[in-house]
C-alpha cells in the first residue's frame, strides 16, 4: 500500500521504527463531508517479537511521544480517525489476534505541565472508577478502526509531541510460533482552519466499565489506582483492586453496572460513538436506561479472533444525531461473557467508551 513505502526497508533494521507524515485524502471506509479536509499521519511501532502466548493485557507492549500536526499551522488540529494495521517483517497483513490494544493518548490543554503520573483523571466515587475526559483512541478485539460520525472530532493541542501511541501484543494462537510484528497506527485530522469551514464541534471521551467490584467483591480488596496493567497482573495472582479486571467462572453470564453520575451521565449529553472493549469469550455489550427499561445499544463482540483472518469487527456505535442522555435517568451497563472453556478465567474486562457532545 502506498502508505508503507518505507516498511519493509525501515523494519529491517530498526529496532524501534515511527515514521509520521501527513497526506491528504482519505483511505478510511466510511465518507464524509469533510474529507476533502482530512490528513492523515502513520506511526510504526516494533518490533513485537511472539512465541507464546500471553494473557490478556501481560503481552509485550511499546509506547512513544508522537507530534499530531506537524507542519500545520494554527493552535489546534482536530482528530477524526485511527485506523491499525498489523504487519509482519515481510510487510505482510497480519490478523487481529495479535492485537490486544492500541492507543492514540492525546494530550488535554496544558497537560504538557502536568506530571506522567496524574495524567487521564481516574475518579472514583463510591464503587466505580471512570476515565474521565482521558482523550484516548483505543482499539481493541476486533475493532479496527475508529472513526467519529460526520461534524465532529476531538481538539487537541498543536505543539510539539502532544500524543503518545501505545501499541500491547497478544497472542490468540495456540502453540509455538515465533513472528515479529509491527503495529501501524493511522491517524486521520484535520486543521483549525478546516474544522472551522466545516462547523466540527468537540467531543468528549468517557470509558465506562463493569467494576470488579459488582462481579467480586471478594476480590476488590485493594483501592484501585489503574485500570490496566498492574491490575492484569495482579488478576493472575488472584488478588487484585477494584478496578476493571474480573473473573469469569465457566458457562455464560451476563454482568450489569449501574453507571455513576459523572460526566455525560452528570450533566447531559449526546452520545455520537461507542466502542466495546471486552476480553477473550466476551460476547456482547449493552447501554440500558434503567428508567425507561430499554436498551439504547447493544454490540455483538467477535467470537471468533483466532483461525480467523478477516474477522467481522466488534460492534461499534456512530451517528451525527446520537443518542440523547438524561441525566435524571438512571443507565446500566451490561456485559455478557460465554467461558466455553471448564475453568474460571481471570482476566476479563467489560467497558464501553463513549464520545459524547456536551
Ligand atoms: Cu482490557
Not at 109 to 125: A, N
Not at 238 to 254: D, K, L, M, S
Request: charged residues 20%; proline residues 6%.
Amino acid at each position: 500500500m502506498a502508505r508503507h513505502p518505507l516498511f519493509i526497508l525501515a523494519s529491517s533494521f530498526a529496532l524501534f521504527l515511527l515514521i509520521g507524515g501527513a497526506q491528504t485524502a482519505s483511505s478510511f471506509a466510511v465518507q464524509q463531508p469533510e474529507d476533502s479536509a482530512m490528513k492523515e499521519a502513520s506511526f510504526t511501532l516494533g518490533p513485537f517479537h511472539l512465541d507464546r502466548q500471553y494473557p490478556s493485557m501481560t503481552g509485550p507492549d511499546k509506547r512513544e511521544k508522537v507530534t499530531l500536526g506537524a507542519g500545520e499551522t494554527g493552535s489546534k488540529i482536530w482528530v477524526k480517525a485511527m485506523r491499525l494495521d498489523i504487519r509482519n517483517a515481510q510487510g505482510g497483513s497480519e490478523p487481529v489476534d495479535y492485537l490486544c490494544h492500541a492507543w492514540l493518548a492525546m494530550d488535554r490543554p496544558g497537560d504538557q505541565s502536568v506530571p506522567e503520573k496524574t495524567k487521564g483523571t481516574v475518579t472514583t466515587r463510591g464503587r466505580n472508577y471512570y476515565l474521565e475526559d482521558s482523550m484516548n483512541f483505543t482499539l481493541s478485539g476486533s475493532h479496527r478502526e475508529i472513526r467519529l460520525p460526520p461534524g465532529y472530532a476531538i481538539p487537541v493541542e498543536r505543539r510539539d509531541l502532544n500524543a503518545t501511541v501505545i501499541a500491547m501484543a497478544l497472542n490468540n494462537e495456540d502453540g509455538a510460533m515465533e513472528k515479529d510484528l509491527y503495529y501501524t497506527m493511522t491517524v486521520q485530522y484535520m486543521d483549525d482552519a478546516a474544522a472551522r469551514q466545516y462547523g466540527i464541534k468537540p467531543l468528549k471521551i468517557l470509558s465506562t466499565f463493569i467494576p470488579t467490584i459488582d462481579v467480586a467483591p471478594e476480590l476488590a480488596v485493594l483501592p484501585g489506582d489503574s485500570i490496566c496493567f498492574s491490575d492484569a497482573h495482579s488478576a493472575m495472582t488472584g488478588r487484585i483492586a477494584n478496578t476493571a479486571v474480573f473473573p469469569v467462572p465457566p458457562g455464560r453470564h451476563e454482568f450489569r453496572t449501574v453507571l455513576e453520575k459523572t460526566g455525560i451521565f452528570e450533566k447531559g449529553g449526546t452520545i455520537h460513538y461507542m466502542g466495546t472493549h471486552m476480553h477473550a469469550f466476551g460476547e456482547s455489550m449493552a447501554l440500558f436506561d434503567k428508567t425507561e427499561n430499554r436498551t439504547l445499544w447493544a454490540g455483538q463482540v467477535n467470537q471468533r479472533r483466532t483461525a480467523n483472518a478477516t474477522p467481522a469487527p466488534d460492534g461499534w456505535y456512530a451517528s451525527a444525531e446520537g443518542i440523547a442522555i438524561d441525566p435524571a435517568h438512571d443507565y446500566e451497563l451490561v456485559g455478557v461473557y460465554n467461558n466455553t472453556t471448564g475453568k474460571t478465567i481471570p482476566d476479563a474486562m467489560a467497558m464501553l467508551r463513549v464520545y459524547y457532545s456536551e
